[in-house]
């Protein structure tokens, strides 16, 4: 198993761009998570889904869209993107079953908007 | 009130010392607890689960307190390699198992 993975692992946005970023993982979890990680700081939740076609915002949600038509993909959407979004984004999914299952993590991606 | 406050760090601590961590939680009905361990530039992953009764693996001892709403984790005998960024993880009783983490304790371990 690839676990879950991430694409790209970095990207350079101007100011105003948009752009997706990929994630897909092959575990079969229902249950996957988009986080940013500023600098030095802990992880926040952006939005997460609990099975194909059901979303739902995290703790900072605003300039971030999302999808999930597979159990598979579960892409981030940030539309306008604005210096305040340079960050570390990490995707992560987690078994349905048992709340003492884990949450698996994608490597990353590494996103400056300039 | 952040939902979720560890220590502040760096801790910077010689090879076999030993070392505690503490992380408070403002969800007295949150369910689940864990610490994960990050290293530089790369994705956090799970250390330990944090169950009510304590558990421990190797050199690594966790503790929950319900009452006083925290968890704690314990390092014996530091290495080198333990040198990480460690982040308490709380679940609490919404839906999706929505988990809130802590902002990390860096820990350095000199030799």
């Known amino acids: 198993n690839a676990g879950v993975t991430q694409t790209p692992k970095f990207r350079i946005l101007k100011i105003g761009q948009s752009m997706t970023l990929q994630c897909t993982q092959d575990?079969?979890?229902?249950?996957m998570y988009w986080y940013r990680q500023d600098p030095g700081m802990g992880l926040k939740l952006i939005y997460y889904?609990?099975?194909?076609?059901?979303?739902d915002k995290g703790e900072v949600p605003n300039g971030y869209n999302v999808s999930r038509s597979t159990t598979e993909d579960f892409p981030l959407r940030l539309e306008l993107a604005a210096p305040s979004q340079t960050s570390v984004y990490f995707c992560?999914?987690?078994?349905?079953?048992?709340?003492?299952?884990?949450?698996?993590f994608g490597p990353g991606t590494r996103l400056t908007v300039l | 009130r952040k939902e979720v406050e560890q220590d502040p760090g760096p801790f910077n601590v010689p090879e076999g010392a030993t070392v505690a961590f503490n992380c408070t939680y403002s969800?007295?009905?949150?369910?689940?607890f864990f610490w994960y361990r990050q290293d530089c530039r790369k994705e956090p992953k799970l250390l330990m689960s944090?169950?009510?009764s304590g558990n421990e693996d190797g050199r690594f001892t966790a503790q929950l307190n319900r009452a006083s709403q925290y968890i704690s984790l314990l390092i014996r005998d530091s290495k080198l390699s333990d040198s990480a960024t460690y982040l308490c993880?709380?679940?609490?009783?919404?839906?999706?198992?929505?988990?809130?983490f802590g902002a990390g304790t860096r820990l350095f371990v000199k030799a």
């Open positions: 992560a999914s987690r078994p349905t079953e048992g709340s003492y299952n884990e949450q698996f």
């Open positions: 575990m079969n979890h229902n249950y």
């Open positions: 889904s609990v099975g194909a076609g059901i979303t």
């Open positions: 969800n007295s009905a949150s369910q689940s």
């Open positions: 944090v169950y009510s």
């Open positions: 993880a709380v679940i609490g009783n919404t839906g999706g198992f929505k988990t809130i």
